[in-house]
Every structure is written in C-alpha cells, then in structure tokens.
C-alpha cells in the first residue's frame, strides 16, 4: 500500500505526484505555525522539557499537530510518530514497530537555532514501513531549502539530483558529532577519538538534519551521533543513502529506527569515510 501511494500510476515515485503533495504539506505547516514566530518568540512560548538546551516552542508543538493532521489525510491509516507526541507519551513511539505507515516528524529540528533567530533549523518528515525508510523530506524554512530522498530511487535538493561524492585522497575529513551540551561523560568519551586523529576535524553539530543534507551534498564529511531518536536521524538517514552515502553503528550494521542501534554510529560520503570513522569510534569502545 505505502508503495503505491508514492509511486502511484506511473511507477515513477517522481512523476507520481505524491511526493510533491507531501511537499506541500511540509511546506504549509512550516508557513503557517513556524516562520510567523520566527524571531518573534515570547519568553512564554519557550519551555524546558529536560533541561536548559532541550527546548520546545508554540512553533515546535503547532507545526507538529498540523503536520500530523494534514500527512495521515494523504494516507488514510497511517499513523505519526512526532517528537512532541513522544515525549508526551513515550508509547507513541511503538508505532514504529507496528504494520501501519508511519510518518516521523521532527517539527523544527534546531529548536535552539529557532528560538536564537538563527536561520539553521529545519522540519524533518520520513515515510516508513515496518521498520524500512521509504521517503523522507528536509526542509528548511528560513533557508529556502527543500531535500526529498526515496528508496531506490535517489534523492534531489531543490529538485536537482544530489550526490555526495567522496573526499579528496587524504583530505582531512570534516565530521559533525553530538554537541557536547546534550551529551553524558560516556557519550563524550565515545565521541574523544575524533576530535585527537590526525585525519578528522571535527566539530558540534547544529541542526542534526541539515547536517544529514550536508553529508548529502559532499559539504560535510561525515556526520557521529551518540542518540537514536528516529525523528532526528530518519530523514537524514535516507536521503545520505540515496545521495550515495552509508551509515553504519557501533558493531558495523546499519542503524534500525525501531530502536536498539549500537551507538555510537556514523553517517558518511561514502563507504571508505564512513569505515574509518566507524573504526576510530569502535577503537574507544575496546
């Protein structure tokens, strides 16, 4: 059924029609209950949920509700696993192992970006099916940016074709990982190796999807995280793969969104990147 509805009488999920009306839908939610408050926030619209840097806005919590109403219109008997949704009740979250689709929704990733006016946050939404990424959307608002992906069939930012390439033959390789605000002392020691070798530079991430469309379009190397919230990685995850990218976790397989992912994992360009980075993360696990 979930097929079907994105590749619909042509076969080709492109021409189909779906993925544009999914677009749309991002697109609304994000004109409608996020740019109007951006940069326009009062202190009573911004809550701590766990602490002083895990944030969520009227604009986070709006735009979720939208999106939730408007993608299960578009597929009847769908179901929507949101951040919001979850941390109101972490059972949502099952639906990822259930038989219905599921649309993921990070309704603005970045939320910390968001509140402080900075333009790199985006809206994140993934198709899945029994625990398997069929299509995802990476949107960015304030940018004006716009990354669809679909299981084998490639993926295309703004409507262009997207590859991630491979790094320069013994480049130093620029690697995005947890940011140290929202990471444990364990977390941290997993993550040291990269930030000593000689053939990494790495940095904080922001915004964990625009990242992921980074690492897609060869202007990040590769991407290190130490969390497996599936609306943060979903997305990314996808549109990484269909750009010509790979993932792998901790003990070398890919990385499950249904949860139980050895972590820390590693999103990368290519293969090669992604194995040496792979190996510098399991070096400091032994």
């Known amino acids: ?22 677009e749309e839908a991002v697109r609304k939610a994000a004109a409608a ?27 986070d919590r709006s735009a979720e509700e939208h999106l939730t109403a408007s993608l299960t219109a578009l597929l009847p008997g769908s179901v929507v696993v ?27 990733d970045g939320t910390r970006q968001f509140v402080h006016g900075d333009p790199g946050f985006c809206t994140l939404v993934a198709l ?28 295309r930012l703004d409507g262009v074709p997207v590859r991630a390439g491979s790094p320069a033959p013994g480049a130093v390789l620029e690697v995005a990982m947890s940011h140290p605000d929202f990471t444990s002392d364990g977390e941290k ?8 070798a000689d053939r990494v530079h790495a940095r904080p991430c922001g915004s964990a ?23 943060d990685h979903a997305a990314g995850l996808l549109l990484v793969s269909e750009a010509g990218g790979t ?3 901790l003990t070398g397989e890919r990385f499950r969104i249904t949860g139980g992912s050895a972590l820390p994992f590693t999103a990368a360009r290519d293969a090669a990147t992604a194995a040496y980075v792979h190996g510098l993360l399991a ?3 032994r």
């Open 1 to 22: 059924m979930t097929e079907e509805f994105l590749s619909g009488t042509t076969g080709n999920p492109w021409e189909s029609g779906t993925l544009a009306l999914v």
């Open 33 to 59: 209950e996020i740019m109007p408050r951006f940069r326009q926030l009062a202190a009573h619209e911004i809550v701590e949920k766990n602490g002083p840097h895990d944030l969520v806005t009227v604009a």
């Open 82 to 108: 949101g951040e919001e949704a979850v941390h109101a009740d972490p059972s949502v979250y099952g639906a990822l192992r259930g038989d219905a689709p599921v649309w993921i929704v990070d309704p603005v």
């Open 128 to 155: 899945a099916r029994h625990g398997e990424l069929l299509a995802s959307w990476t949107y960015a608002p304030a940018l004006d940016e716009m990354a669809i992906a679909v299981r084998g069939h490639g993926a």
């Open 189 to 196: 020691q997993a993550l040291r190796p990269l930030q000593h």
């Open 209 to 231: 999807g625009l990242e992921y469309l980074d690492v897609a379009r060869g202007a990040l190397d590769a991407v290190a995280f130490s969390w497996e919230n599936a609306w």
């Open 247 to 249: 993932d792998l976790t």
């Open 283 to 285: 070096g400091a696990s």
